[in-house]
């Protein structure tokens, strides 16, 4: 079964640091384009991180120079490092596998995120 | 930056019934252009990608259209598991950037 399961979320302080894990079943994270998205309480859908097969990373400019996404290939799991974390970074933080990428053309595509975790809550408070 | 608006906000409708949803983007994303759905406390999930292509294991209740900046999202005849909050997303490759639009709360009537 296609599976991903976030933890390591929790309660920090404004300024602090937290790392989130996604690990992945039935397929393989490396051979992926993986992304966060977070949503805040009451609001919509974020976008924050992706990383591509290839290792590439990009990020939203809200966590740019912050966050850090990651992935351990033998553990087949996902990461993002939250350092300097702010009251606004408060959210249900989800991985998902991206189905963006590149044909050997050069053309880009996207088919969507198409597998979810269920969600890891962080909250950011003094 | 595109920008992706969800018209409208809340829509009320009977089941069996169908519903129509619109999102628009502030400029062209062809057709990379995706629906989710999310029920309370879980999370999205994937409808329909390529602003018409149904996801595995979507009904063929849902059906997506449009290209360029008008997308539509119709359900044929809402069941009670339809009511729910739909997003679309928007992709493009430079800068990289995926934006999701506000949302639209699908509501019995």
């Known amino acids: 079964e296609v599976q991903l399961v976030e933890s390591g979320g929790g309660l920090v302080q404004p300024g602090g640091s937290l790392r989130l894990s996604c690990a992945a079943s039935?397929?393989?994270?490396?051979?992926?384009?993986m992304s966060w998205v977070r949503q805040a309480p009451g609001k919509g859908l974020e976008w924050v991180s992706v990383?591509?097969?290839?290792?590439?990373?990009y990020y939203a400019d809200s966590v740019k120079g912050r966050f850090t996404i990651s992935r351990h290939n033998s553990k087949n799991t996902l990461y993002l490092q939250m350092n300097s974390l702010r009251a606004e970074d408060t959210a249900v933080y989800y991985c998902?596998?991206?189905?963006?990428?590149?044909?050997?053309?050069?053309?880009?595509?996207?088919?969507?995120?198409?597998?979810w975790g269920q969600g890891t809550t962080v909250t950011v408070s003094s | 930056e595109i920008v992706m608006t969800q018209s409208p906000a809340t829509l009320s409708v009977s089941p069996g019934e169908r519903a129509t949803l619109s999102c628009r983007a502030s400029?062209?994303?062809?057709?990379?252009l995706a629906w989710y759905q999310q029920k309370p406390g879980q999370a999205p999930r994937l409808l329909i990608y390529?602003?018409?292509t149904r996801a595995t294991g979507i009904p063929a209740r849902f059906s997506g259209s449009g290209s360029g900046t008008e997308f539509t999202l119709t359900i044929s005849s809402l069941q009670s598991e339809d009511f729910a909050v739909y997003y679309c997303q928007q992709y493009n490759n430079w800068p990289l950037m995926y934006t999701f639009g506000q949302g639209t709360k699908l509501e019995i009537k």
């Open positions: 990383i591509y097969s290839g290792g590439s990373t």
């Open positions: 390529g602003a018409s």
């Open positions: 998902a596998r991206d189905r963006s990428g590149r044909t050997r053309g050069g053309v880009y595509y996207y088919y969507g995120m198409d597998v």
């Open positions: 400029q062209s994303v062809s057709s990379n």
């Open positions: 039935g397929f393989t994270v490396s051979s992926n384009y």
